[in-house]
């Protein structure tokens, strides 16, 4: 083996390069392990020798993986705390000092009383703890904001060292931290800064061509510039949410100005993403509760598309996008793809709307609780029907993709099949090419008018 040239044993190790899971998982129902494999090649080739690592190391890192630091690092200020800072005034940081002095001068220009509960809201100050901040550590409540680890800048090191910018494709930002100042008005600034330093930081030094964020649905909130949108985020009990962006594999786009994306400081603008997925978690829970067709699921992602429709050109919007739910609400459905209406440049669509083969949710009474199996079938139904109704009336190119993962299900590829038998008897032209693949061809279209607005569609097979 010493012999080979590092080329031959590099064609070696790439044998060895095993999908990524947070590809191989991505449609699956959200958790803590979408990074986690039980297969590691590459990384036990790499302890092998010097030499192995030295090859391995531009394909080991292809897919990496950041961590969003745990610690809280965030103090609220206010009245109550600092009459405690003024007996420790000794013992301050600068830091520390420099706080309390703006406080207090915040204070004493106010003419309510500071111990009032109704006053905190506008009195509070959010401030991150430094190096040194004592005081500010010993507090009982100190509260969390996304943030990068502090091992982070160790990692830019080490990829800056062996010059790995340009392997690293993929690259994950995962927290199960849940954001926890969302009801406090005075957090939207530090909040906004925090989640921008975020993503300056990693576009500085970094280029994946795929950006995955997985994240509690209040927490993938603030990591996407937006809000959920929902005050019954409880019912669903949603423990995190996946975001997939996908840069085009050329990187090559001829944009039609400078101003064809708002290139902020949002993730959403931050590249030309071509392809948005979108893994929502189950909604199952909430088929539980009292009236349950009244309740709104976390809608980051309906906030998300509105925002391309209206603020990028087509030369850098999305062509391609994925939906991964188990059993949501048809309403969701309804809003997601009124939003995804309104975005032109579609071409391909991918989505799932029941539990996949990994996952034994149907066979599980402690996880159906009290939902009835009538409810949850009857709201994929009704699903799919709206889901119909978009591929009849969305102006697709020649070519363009539908891809249904509920047809891996035999009963129910019968059913997906029976709505776009309906599309096509409605005059638009769809190809079947496979179980749970059509194509879109509009030689096979018949006497077929465009719905008059954005709205009209809904009721295209009413």
Not at 328 to 347: G, I
Request: glycine share 2%; with cysteine; aromatic share 12%.
């Amino acid at each position: 083996m010493n012999d080979l040239p590092n080329e031959l044993l590099a064609q070696i190790a790439s044998h060895l390069d095993v999908p990524s899971p947070s590809v191989t998982k991505f449609a699956h129902e959200p958790s803590s392990l979408l990074t986690c494999s039980d297969a590691t090649p590459l990384k036990a080739l790499s302890q092998v020798s010097w030499r192995w690592r030295k090859i391995v190391l531009p394909i080991l890192f292809h897919y990496s993986r950041i961590l969003l630091d745990r610690d809280p690092q965030w103090v609220p200020i206010d009245a109550r705390l600092m009459e405690d800072m003024q007996h420790q005034l000794t013992t301050l940081s600068n830091h520390e000092m420099e706080i309390y002095q703006k406080m207090r001068t915040k204070l004493k220009s106010s003419s309510m009383f500071a111990f009032d509960e109704e006053f905190d809201d506008l009195l509070i100050n959010l401030c991150r703890i430094q190096d040194g901040d004592s005081f500010l550590k010993s507090v009982p409540h100190i509260l969390w904001l996304p943030h990068l680890p502090r091992t982070f800048l160790d990692f830019k090191r080490f990829v800056e060292h062996y010059d790995l910018k340009h392997h690293i494709r993929s690259m994950v930002v995962w927290t199960d931290r849940d954001y926890e100042l969302r009801h406090v008005a005075t957090a939207d600034a530090p909040l906004a800064r925090a989640v921008a330093e975020i993503w300056s930081q990693i576009f500085t030094f970094l280029d994946p061509r795929r950006v995955v964020v997985a994240a509690p649905p209040t927490t993938m909130a603030g990591l996407l510039d937006t809000s959920m949108l929902s005050s019954d985020a409880w019912a669903f009990d949603m423990k995190m949410h996946y975001i997939e962006l996908v840069q085009p594999e050329s990187g090559v786009i001829d944009h039609s100005s400078p101003t064809c994306r708002p290139w902020d400081s949002a993730l959403i603008h931050r590249k030309p993403w071509y392809h948005i997925g979108y893994n929502e978690s189950s909604s199952i829970a909430a088929y539980s509760t009292y009236e349950y067709h009244l309740k709104q699921s976390p809608k980051m992602l309906y906030l998300i598309l509105l925002r391309l429709a209206k603020e990028a050109e087509n030369c850098c919007n999305i062509r391609s996008f994925s939906f991964f739910s188990v059993f949501p609400f048809s309403s969701n459905v309804t809003t997601v793809f009124w939003a995804l209406y309104k975005v032109p440049t579609l071409k391909r669509i991918q989505l799932r709307l029941s539990p996949g083969p990994e996952n034994d949710l149907l066979n599980s009474p402690e996880r159906m609780g009290r939902a009835q199996a009538s409810d949850v079938w009857l709201e994929w139904n009704e699903s799919y029907k709206i889901i119909a109704s978009f591929l009849g009336a969305y102006d697709f190119e020649d070519d363009s993709e539908f891809i249904s993962a509920d047809c891996e299900q035999p009963s129910l590829a019968h059913e997906v099949d029976e709505w776009m038998q309906l599309v096509q008897k409605r005059g638009t032209g769809w190809q079947k090419m496979e179980d749970g693949r059509w194509i879109r061809h509009h030689q096979g279209d018949k006497d077929r008018s465009p719905p008059a607005t954005t709205t009209d569609w809904l009721f295209y097979l009413t």
